[in-house]
């Protein structure tokens, strides 16, 4: 896919992710100002991430779709691209002084989220609950669950409260 078309469906993605966000929270979500743009543009503006909530929340919200990743790569805990966007969510986090969701959607497939929290932090109470669940993928260190499956378990009140 070409640049423009690519930078098109990532928008795309990150606008529907926003709207699913606000759904659940009752709260506005909008994509940070540019985002899919030069890194410096948006984080400049103290928007370390690619969705932006109006009131305050102790995460932060990434947004990747890609046209194909590899679940066996996955499964094996060696995905390169996944990999580059986890270090680059770090980056951001460590900016932000606040855990990470990395929501990935591949082409034809369900989005996913992916738990990222502060690094040198005890598993977070989000990630307990996670791992009480049934159905979850590990990837590394951290948990993978459908969207669809996050907006039904969890409270957005939750995740306004300061991390431990």
């Not at 669950?145 to 300061?162: A, T």
Request: net charge positive; aromatic share 12%.
């Amino acid at each position: 896919m070409s640049g423009k078309h690519s930078k098109q469906k990532g928008s795309s993605f990150e606008r529907k992710v926003g709207k699913e966000f606000t759904d659940w929270s009752g709260y506005q979500w909008r994509r940070s100002f540019g985002s899919g743009n030069s890194r410096y543009a948006a984080r400049s503006l103290n928007e370390h991430c690619d969705l932006v909530c109006e009131v305050e929340t102790e995460f932060i919200i990434e947004c990747k779709h890609h046209a194909d990743i590899s679940y066996e790569k996955m499964l094996s805990g060696d995905c390169s691209k996944l990999n580059e966007w986890i270090v680059s969510l770090r980056d951001d986090m460590k900016r932000s002084n606040k855990h990470g969701l990395l929501v990935l959607k591949t082409n034809n497939k369900l989005p996913y989220v992916l738990f990222i929290r502060k690094p040198r932090r005890k598993e977070t109470v989000y990630e307990n609950q996670v791992s009480q669940m049934d159905s979850f993928l590990k990837y590394r260190c951290h948990y993978v669950i459908p969207l669809k499956r996050f907006f039904q378990i969890f409270k957005f009140d939750n995740f306004c409260q300061p991390s431990t």
